[in-house]
Every structure is written in structure tokens, then in C-alpha cells.
């Protein structure tokens, strides 16, 4: 999928005005992924007596490390919600894409409580999803219909004897 999302963040204008910025998304981006790939390892497709150690592991070590050196990049692009420049980037949907993904797993709320504790990172979260065309797509029957699967697909993967948070009635 890497190629791919390299090949339409091109396409669509997502990777910088020039090469040194190009370059800039993407190691952004592929750190993100990086992120992405551990969790496969250590909290969804985990051996069940290792779950809970991988998901201690991330909301101990992990998302903080990660979350800090985000904030980093942020920061000294001026705070404005976006990792390079003043529009959106394939760096800065590909980190909602994640947030979006961990949303999918039992403990999804659990780790976005770590996410939530940076204003920085939700000022990301909060640019891309104003963006008309990816509010459009999160609207959308089909987006709803993808993310109840990936739901449904990731129901097993809580580690043993965790007990998922009782969902607000409304949502």
C-alpha cells in the first residue's frame, strides 16, 4: 500500500511544493506507518499470552514516545495543525488514518486517550477531517459500512480479560 499511497498523494497534490519537502512527508508518513505495522504485532495478530504485554507496552512507552517527537515536527511547523507548510499532506491524513484504525480495535479508546492529550495531534485530526472531500468519504454509507467491518474484524483482538469501555447510547 505504500507505493500506492505515495503514487496518489503525487497525483493529488499531498507531497509538498518541491523535493526537500517531498522527502519530509514521506519519513513522516513512513514513521506513522511504522507505528501502524508494531501494533499488528503487539496488539491485533498478537499471541494471546503476549496482548497484554504489547498493549501495555504501547500505552506506557510507545504512543508517548511517538505522540512526543510528532509534537516536535509540529511545533516547529508553527502548531497550525498541519506537519509541513499550511495545507494538507499525505503525513497529516495518514495520522488520522491511524487513529482511525486503532478507533477499530477493542482498546481503540484506550489509545486515543493518549492521542487525546495532545492538542497538537488533534489539531491534525481536526484540519483533515474539515477537509470537504474527506468529511464527504466519513459520511458516506460505504466509510461506515468499511469501518463497522474493520469493527467486526477486530472484535477478537482485545487481550485476554480486557473489558472494552461501555459506548455512549448516542454513538
Request: proline share 4%; glycine share 4%.
Amino acid at each position: 500500500s505504500v507505493p500506492v499511497d505515495h503514487f496518489l498523494a503525487k497525483k493529488f497534490n499531498l507531497l509538498g511544493n518541491n523535493e526537500w519537502e517531498e522527502y519530509t512527508i514521506k519519513a513522516l508518513y513512513n514513521n506513522i506507518h511504522h507505528l501502524r505495522e508494531r501494533s499488528f504485532t503487539r496488539l491485533t495478530f498478537a499471541f494471546w499470552d503476549r496482548m497484554q504485554e504489547g498493549f501495555e507496552y504501547h500505552l506506557k512507552t510507545v504512543l508517548p514516545n511517538f505522540i512526543a517527537n510528532h509534537e516536535f515536527h509540529l511545533r516547529a511547523n508553527g502548531s497550525n495543525g498541519h506537519y509541513l507548510g499550511d495545507k494538507l499532506s499525505l503525513a497529516d491524513i495518514h495520522l488520522v488514518n491511524l487513529m482511525d484504525h486503532f478507533l477499530t480495535l477493542p482498546v481503540g479508546e484506550d489509545l486515543m486517550a493518549q492521542f487525546k492529550k495532545s492538542e497538537l495531534i488533534m489539531k491534525v485530526r481536526e484540519r483533515v477531517e474539515a477537509n470537504p472531500e474527506i468529511a464527504a468519504w466519513k459520511a458516506s454509507a460505504e466509510w461506515k459500512r468499511f469501518n463497522q467491518g474493520s469493527i467486526d474484524m477486530y472484535a477478537d483482538s482485545a487481550p485476554p480479560g480486557y473489558k472494552q469501555p461501555a459506548l455512549d447510547s448516542e454513538e
